[in-house]
């Protein structure tokens, strides 16, 4: 045995002197004396393969302390010498793992989680203590080890977001100590292995976002200590699994969103699981009636059903569940027709706690009860697009007031909207667009000061845009479109310096531009098209540098095409057709691109690009020197001409240059 020991000892010498290391053996010799080095060893193997440490923590693992006082390193009571937990998260470290890692035999806990570690999964199948695996948030990209199953006494097991690939390996039902397994967020393909179900201590399984397929195992319903179920956004296809009714002491959390599960539920899911808390099937093909005995589920918070074919009517059982906050029911082939079958609602009044109600994108007709004034304040969201409403917006509705968002969007409510709406005070978004609502926009939209979004499009409002809308300082979208609003635009529009989006279309609106709404900087989207607008476009669009879209068609705009508009280098959609524009068509940026402006119907255009097929300018003989003379582009006006715009050009004449000359 002594004969041995000296070529040991050379070994990992050696083993030392490979490593590019401030350390020094003799140093850490003289500090320390009864612990164990193996384990020092592996520490400095596992360094070594670190190709980049940003934090420079591992700077700090040198031989001025004894590797236990490592940062993220601690030791053994009993065992001197001897790592049990090791902890370096969110350090940015990366490179792979050294397989010398595997020779922590008394290693406990490991987590590396939140770094770039890459490459394959280390071997740790001697670590039979390992009872915390973390290796979480990396860029692991190999398959998971099936000798991971020998960390016999592994509890916590976290490989979600790397990018994993190959099967859920068989072995990993024989940790029978397993309590957290995460997977989620993947590349790991096949199916759900029936055999977890040996692992009767998981309680808390996810599974998300990686490509599995195939049914969800029944077996699954033995697992008696399951809390937490996650198996959304992955290709499972099948039924509900019944096997999970089993879970009845135990399921808090079911999440099945985003696969191809399909069929109808089983009618007594809310008996047979009482304690679930949060439940997702939002985002398959499951059909039927929503179980009335979901409402039994009396500690219920959310019930996400989103984007299913579910039929019927909403269960007015639903007004038991007292903690509910979220009740998600949009995009199904819900009905309500009659009073009986709109009780719901007012049952759903009830429910003290609920913050959001999305319903829309269903079949819910006729007009909205009055009881819809009699939610809590509690509701935040409520969501009535895309049904069959109509008649009036119940004035109860005013009652609302923490109301953040409300869509009623594509529906058949008519009447006017009244004082109800300026109540609303919290309101940020307010969507009205595609119904038949009419008369006047009230002056107490004003009171919205919070609004982001606000769409009143495609309905008969009437009479001015009021002025106090012009106080909602925080719209980034706001559409007036396809109604029969009439009146000049205000020039307080540029007030509102953080609109995104603006649309006035198919109104009956009156005089120029604003010139200030060049002031709107973040304007991406501007569409005043068919109204009666007169003038010149502004120049002051220069400013508009994330404008995209520009459509001013079909009003009866005069003047030239400012030249500026081609240095907007985001633009790419122009439609100025159906005007009264003279005068030369700019060949610069978008103008060099006929598929991207329309200039159609304005008698006065000439030049442009080629393709534009445009009349050819005429020209007028050099005045002044030897400088040509450009007449009648109203940039001359803001001093920001473009420099390609006067380059070696002819200048021009428009055909009634008269008029422009007399202008300028
Ligand atoms: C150190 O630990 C290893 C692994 O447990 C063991 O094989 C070795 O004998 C120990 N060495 C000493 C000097 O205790
Ligand atoms: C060694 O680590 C200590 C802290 O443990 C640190 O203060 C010292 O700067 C490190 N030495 C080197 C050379 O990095
Ligand atoms: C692990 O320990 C064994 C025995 O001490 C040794 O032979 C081997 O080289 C070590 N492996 C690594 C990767 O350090
Ligand atoms: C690993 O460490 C991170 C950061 O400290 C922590 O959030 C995470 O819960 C730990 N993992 C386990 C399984 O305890
Ligand atoms: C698992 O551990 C046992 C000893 O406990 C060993 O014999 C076996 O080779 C290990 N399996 C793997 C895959 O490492
Ligand atoms: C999964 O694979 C796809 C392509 O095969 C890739 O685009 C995606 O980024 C991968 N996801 C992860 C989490 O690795
Ligand atoms: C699961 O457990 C059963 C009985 O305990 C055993 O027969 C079977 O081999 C185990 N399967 C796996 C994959 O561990
Ligand atoms: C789901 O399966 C279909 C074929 O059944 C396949 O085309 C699709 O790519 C899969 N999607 C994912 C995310 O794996
Ligand atoms: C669920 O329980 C029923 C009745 O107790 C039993 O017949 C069935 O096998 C169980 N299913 C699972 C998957 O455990
Ligand atoms: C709803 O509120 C109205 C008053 O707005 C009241 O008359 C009615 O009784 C309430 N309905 C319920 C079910 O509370
Ligand atoms: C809303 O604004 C109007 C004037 O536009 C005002 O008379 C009314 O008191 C305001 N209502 C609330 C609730 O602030
Ligand atoms: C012209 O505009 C069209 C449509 O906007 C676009 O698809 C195309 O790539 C553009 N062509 C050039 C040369 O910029």
Not at 216 to 226: A, C, E
Not at 465 to 479: C, G, M, V
Not at 597 to 602: F, Q
Request: hydrophobic residues 35%.
């Amino acid at each position: 045995m002594s004969s041995n020991q000296p070529a040991k000892l050379t070994m990992k010498t050696m083993f030392l002197s490979l490593l590019v290391l401030s350390y020094s053996v003799a140093s850490f010799h003289c500090s320390t004396v009864p612990e164990n080095t193996t384990d020092m060893f592996s520490l400095l193997g596992f360094k070594q393969a670190i190709t980049s440490d940003p934090t420079g923590i591992l700077g700090y693992w040198n031989s001025s302390t004894t590797f236990c006082q490592w940062e993220g390193i601690t030791c053994s009571r009993t065992h001197p010498g001897r790592v049990v937990a090791l902890h370096l998260t969110g350090l940015r470290l990366s490179g792979q793992i050294s397989s010398s890692l595997g020779n922590l035999t008394f290693l406990k806990e490991l987590n590396l989680s939140s770094n770039s570690f890459s490459g394959q999964l280390p071997p740790l199948n001697h670590l039979h203590k390992l009872q915390i695996l973390d290796l979480g948030r990396n860029l692991f990209h190999d398959t998971i080890p099936d000798a991971l199953a020998n960390c016999s006494n592994l509890q916590t097991l976290y490989l979600h977001h790397n990018s994993l690939v190959g099967k859920i390996p068989a072995t990993l039902g024989l940790l029978s100590n397993l309590k957290d397994l995460w997977l989620s967020y993947n590349n790991l393909t096949g199916t759900i292995p029936s055999y977890f179900s040996n692992s009767s201590n998981i309680q808390r399984l996810s599974l998300t976002d990686n490509q599995l397929e195939g049914s969800i195992p029944d077996q699954l319903g033995k697992l008696s200590r399951m809390q937490r179920l996650a198996l959304g956004a992955n290709n499972l296809t099948g039924r509900f699994p019944q096997g999970l009714l089993n879970l009845s002491k135990s399921l808090q959390v079911l999440g099945l969103e985003m696969n191809k599960l399909g069929s109808t539920l089983p009618p007594n899911i809310g008996d047979d699981l009482p304690y679930l808390q949060r439940i997702f099937l939002n985002r398959n093909i499951f059909q039927g009636n929503i179980p009335a005995s979901l409402g039994n589920v009396s500690g219920l918070e959310r019930l996400d059903l989103e984007n299913n074919k579910f039929t019927g009517q909403i269960p007015t059982s639903f007004g038991k569940l007292k903690t509910l906050y979220e009740l998600n029911l949009e995009r199904n082939n819900l009905e309500a027709t009659d009073a009986q079958s709109w009780e719901f609602l007012n049952a759903l009044t009830n429910c003290s706690g609920l913050e959001v109600l999305a319903l829309d994108g269903n079949q819910l007709q006729g007009a909205l009860p009055h009881s819809i004034g009699n939610f809590t304040s509690s509701l935040q969201m409520l969501l009535l697009g895309e049904n069959e409403l109509s008649g009036i917006v119940p004035p109860s509705v005013g009652n609302l007031q923490s109301l953040i968002q409300l869509t009623l969007e594509h529906n058949n409510l008519s009447g006017k909207i009244v004082e109800w709406i300026g109540k609303l005070t919290n309101l940020q978004q307010l969507v009205l667009e595609m119904n038949k609502f009419t008369g006047p926009i009230p002056p107490s939209i004003g009171n919205l000061t919070h609004l982001t979004i606000l769409s009143v499009a495609f309905n008969e409002f009437e009479g001015p845009i009021p002025s106090t809308l012009w106080n909602l300082e925080q719209l980034t979208l706001l559409h007036l479109s396809n109604n029969n609003f009439q009146g000049p635009i205000s020039p307080d529009v540029s007030h509102l310096k953080q609109l995104v989006d603006l649309g006035l279309s198919s109104n009956k609106l009156t005089g120029e531009i604003p010139n200030v709404l060049g002031q709107c900087s973040n304007l991406v989207s501007i569409e005043m098209d068919q109204n009666f607008l007169i003038g010149d476009i502004p120049v002051t669009f220069s400013n508009l540098k994330s404008l995209n879209t520009l459509n001013l068609s079909h009003n009866n705009l005069s003047g030239t095409i400012p030249i500026v508009l081609a240095d907007l280098l985001l633009l790419s959609k122009l439609d100025l057709s159906y005007n009264h524009l003279q005068g030369e068509i700019p060949k610069s940026g978008l103008f060099g691109n006929a598929t991207s402006i329309y200039l159609d119907g304005n008698f006065g255009l000439c030049g442009g690009a080629m393709d534009l097929r445009m009349p050819l300018c005429p020209t007028i003989p050099q005045r002044k020197g030897n400088k040509s003379t450009r007449i009648g582009h109203s940039s001359s006006a803001s001093g920001s001409i473009s420099s390609i715009g006067l380059k070696g050009t002819i200048g021009y004449i428009a055909p009634d240059a008269n008029a422009i000359l007399k202008s300028v």
